[in-house]
């Protein structure tokens, strides 16, 4: 069930660290609606506290997160994606204050695509034009930084896009143990990135799994 999925994931990213106080996640029931989680602390879920949201709306409805306007517009964009997780993992947020861009520095990195844009306007998600613009800055990735903001990421279900969130908090650690020791970092080959990236359902499958246990 999501509603489940959706408490799973909640307790997962909080154990790994990934979010505190602040943190949502969807899950697509169909093509024009979400089930979203409260706005509460992701890991004190419990399986009946989610809200139901059509991405059409014009307004919001009590109970949500008001940075619902991220899952709603992603959603319209991408009808490819069937989740969507938002936390703050704190490397992450470091590396987006000094770069514009997060490049694959290790293998499942890759699985994050190219490269992992950072969305330049630091105010907080909650309207609609801003959810389009960080919409647009995602475009067909699966990752995008917000600059002071935390991170978006995005899967074809919940596990892929908690799995995503870790990764992304990985990737960026390895940013900055080598930008510490005063090293360039060297993003991975295209085609190393490729040879990873083909192995996505597999890798992302066993992290979302490590990460519930």
């Given at each position: 069930?999501?509603?489940?999925?959706?408490?799973?994931?909640?307790?997962?990213?909080?154990?790994?660290?990934?979010?505190?106080?602040?943190?949502?996640?969807?899950?697509?029931?169909?093509?024009?609606?979400?089930?979203?989680?409260?706005?509460?602390?992701?890991?004190?879920?419990?399986?009946?506290?989610?809200?139901?949201?059509?991405?059409?709306?014009?307004?919001?409805?009590?109970?949500?997160?008001?940075?619902?306007?991220?899952?709603?517009?992603?959603?319209?964009?991408?009808?490819?994606?069937?989740?969507?997780c938002r936390a703050q993992p704190p490397s992450t947020s470091a590396v987006a204050a000094v770069l514009p861009a997060i490049h694959p520095l290790h293998g499942q990195?890759?699985?994050?695509?190219?490269?992992?844009?950072?969305?330049?306007?630091?105010?907080?998600?909650?309207?609609?034009?801003?959810?389009?613009?960080?919409?647009?800055?995602?475009?067909?990735?699966?990752?995008?930084?917000?600059?002071?903001?935390?991170?978006?990421?995005?899967?074809?279900?919940?596990?892929?896009?908690?799995?995503?969130?870790?990764?992304?908090?990985?990737?960026?650690?390895?940013?900055?143990?080598?930008?510490?020791?005063?090293?360039?970092?060297?993003?991975?080959?295209?085609?190393?990135?490729?040879?990873?990236?083909?192995?996505?359902?597999?890798?992302?499958?066993?992290?979302?799994?490590?990460?519930?246990?």
């Amino acid at each position: 069930m999501l509603t489940t999925e959706l408490s799973t994931a909640g307790r997962a990213l909080h154990r790994a660290g990934l979010v505190t106080v602040f943190g949502h996640v969807s899950a697509r029931i169909d093509t024009d609606r979400l089930l979203l989680t409260p706005p509460r602390p992701l890991g004190e879920l419990t399986d009946d506290q989610f809200t139901e949201i059509d991405i059409n709306v014009g307004d919001l409805p009590t109970g949500i997160p008001r940075e619902a306007w991220i899952h709603i517009a992603i959603a319209k964009a991408r009808p490819d994606v069937g989740a969507i997780c938002r936390a703050q993992p704190p490397s992450t947020s470091a590396v987006a204050a000094v770069l514009p861009a997060i490049h694959p520095l290790h293998g499942q990195g890759a699985l994050l695509g190219p490269v992992v844009p950072v969305f330049q306007n630091a105010r907080l998600i909650r309207e609609p034009q801003l959810g389009k613009e960080l919409a647009a800055t995602l475009g067909d990735g699966f990752a995008c930084v917000l600059k002071g903001n935390g991170a978006v990421t995005v899967g074809r279900n919940v596990g892929e896009a908690v799995a995503r969130m870790w990764i992304l908090e990985e990737s960026c650690r390895i940013t900055l143990a080598a930008a510490a020791a005063g090293l360039m970092p060297v993003a991975l080959t295209e085609d190393e990135q490729n040879a990873w990236f083909a192995t996505g359902t597999e890798l992302l499958d066993r992290i979302w799994d490590y990460l519930n246990h």
